[in-house]
């Protein structure tokens, strides 16, 4: 079977072509060692079947950011498996200056090539004209196909094409040593460019016409006044879907499980393979599948977003206040989703190509205040902030949350800042880009795209998630309570021993061996240390969201505790602990343990800092 | 002189980039942004008039002032005047 390789620059059409082609029969892997995605599919002419890999967009194959260096060593043959016999060129007709240039370097490496020229329909609109034999002998015979992917139109065409050139013999090159060196020096680029503009001259019969609806659409969304003031709504309106469409569907997933649970509990008889069921397994997974709402409506979000051409605009409009931080204008998008879920937002921030800026925006995502904080704040100023009105109007409780709110967006910006003094970027930083004329999105690239994301998260981080809820299972169950025992289990469990072990450490911050061993079940998620500690103080009753749960446990902690104490744990949460789903999944984005391992230290070392100053404080 | 003070509807010509680093220069290049081709100055940000946005052949190219600051351009003088 033969193998055709789609390259071309982003936005060129290239994953519509993909889709339109393999239509349901793809399927997504990891690159080796790496964490970029790429899509496996099939096609057939006639009777033959061809495999087909769609490869990330680049400009050119001097590669600067994580997708090219993919994309540029495929080309390159460094990557052994799947070799291409033929590569599929998209090249977008509207804009062929800048096409042309990838097209030149494959012809320099003696690729074989077939040019699919996308988006013929929008040039022809636009009064573009074009000797399209002339392009074909000009790119050493490869031929040239006019497509409109997103309709089908020329993809068959295409298809016979490089079916085709696979029968052809392979005229083995080898790529000079110096090759990737030379490319990316001025005098290389300048005669490139020069070839690319001769060749222009030569093919183009008819200038495409300017995108006038471009510029009259762009001189509202980069208005002085309407521009910030439609940011601000969109990214208000992103917030606010991602909350109530995935709430429902994380209730189902909820309620699914519990039922699940129900039937476990019923079927197995009582004991710790009940135990490891019901608390360990069918939680652990239930724990994963929770996050799916968030990441398959924000991927929805932000592909639409980009499809219509509004992301770059978004990063240009922020660009001036991001910069000061160290960080793209796009890195508003994971901050701003983190709030609902961190793992969505670490996720997202593969829109910002940058590598250092990416780990920055990825190590400070977890410090917004995301939905699964809020039980536990709910909780601790339920016990610590009288019911007072501020200025007659304000209540005095919310506006502690919104401290909360606030102090962890202050501290992942000053957490930033330091890193960007500290640190100097290997690659320097650049915003220089084009705004894309706006399009009509695809709506069906954009669902299973987003979709496809939501798998690749089960896939990928669901593993680490899962085994380690069950050694948090593990922790919280053995090695059981002895007989006669007066105390609920977890009082005799490892994590209680921890929690013991650990006293010491954290009396300075004024909690007791009970709260950090409700602690450590709230790895799994932060919610849970309610209802953690409502086991250690055998509070009765299941629900955690019951009105005389809460009731019973603020007075008990209220009795319990100093407002020192509470509100240094109330600090604690803002930064510790880093739920295991954040760090599944940012081993998965950074593609290794060091990351994780950096972040889960400095949220450790920052939340100890700022709860011994807090206990201190109103004590 | 340089781009960052370029005027709105005023058309320039690309003199030269001023970059010492083959990287940065050919990020300019391959954004089109090299001499002899024409570049105009189509918007500023909202706030502090940064980043800048140009019209490059067509094609809208948004660049920091920094980064404006390293193309060196001259204004284009209108054919009509010559002829």
Known sequence: MSTVALVGLPNSGKSSLFNYITGNRQRVANFPGITVEKKFGEAFVGEEKLSLIDLPGVYTLDASSLDEKITRDYVFEKVKDDEADVFVLVVDATNLKKSLYLSFQLKELGKKFVVALNMIDIANKRGQKLDIERLSQKLGGAPVIPTVATEGEGVEQLLIAAQKMTLIEHQKFEIPNDYQRKIKETEYVRAKLAEVDQTLDEIVIDKIKADTVTQQIDSYVLHPFFGPALLFGILILTFQLLFSWSDPFMELIEMGFEGLANIATQVIPAGYLQSLVVDGIIAGVGGILVFLPHIVFLFMIIYFLEDVGYLGRAAFLLDFIMRKLGLPGKAVVPLLSSHACAIPGIMSARIIENRFQRMVTIMISPLATCSARLPVYTLLIGVIVPQKEVLGFLG?????????????????????????????PTSPSYLMMELPPYRIPKIWTIVRGSLQKGWIFVKKAGTVIFVLSIIIWGLVT?????????????????????????????????????????????????????????????????????????????????????????????????????????????????????????????????????????????? | MKLDSAQKKVRYIIKNILSVEDEITSRFYKLGIFPGIEIELLRKAPIFSDPLLFDVEGAQIALTKGEAQLVEVELKQELSCQQ
């Open chain 1, 396 to 424: 005095l409780p919310g506006l502690v949350l919104f401290g909360l709110y606030l102090f962890g967006m202050l501290s992942a910006f000053a957490v930033a800042f330091i890193a960007k003094k500290t640190f100097a």
């Open chain 1, 478 to 619: 053995f090695p059981g309570a002895p007989k006669n025992a007066d105390k609920p289990n977890i009082h005799y469990s490892y994590a209680a021993s921890i929690g013991r072990t650990f006293e010491p450490i954290f009396r300075p911050l004024g909690f007791d061996w009970k709260i950090t061993t409700a602690l450590i079940p709230s790895f799994a998620a932060r919610e849970v240390l309610v209802s953690a500690l409502g086991t250690v103080y055998a509070v009765e009753g299941e629900d955690t969201e019951d009105e005389s749960f809460v009731r019973d446990l603020s007075s008990i902690m209220s009795n319990e505790y100093s407002l020192g104490t509470l509100m240094a744990l109330l600090i604690w949460f803002v930064f510790a602990p880093q739920c295991i789903a954040t760090f599944g999944v940012m081993k998965k984005e950074t593609g290794g343990y060091k990351m994780p391992i950096i972040f889960g230290t400095y949220t450790l070392v920052m939340a100890y800092f700022f709860s011994f100053i807090t206990y201190h404080l109103f004590s």
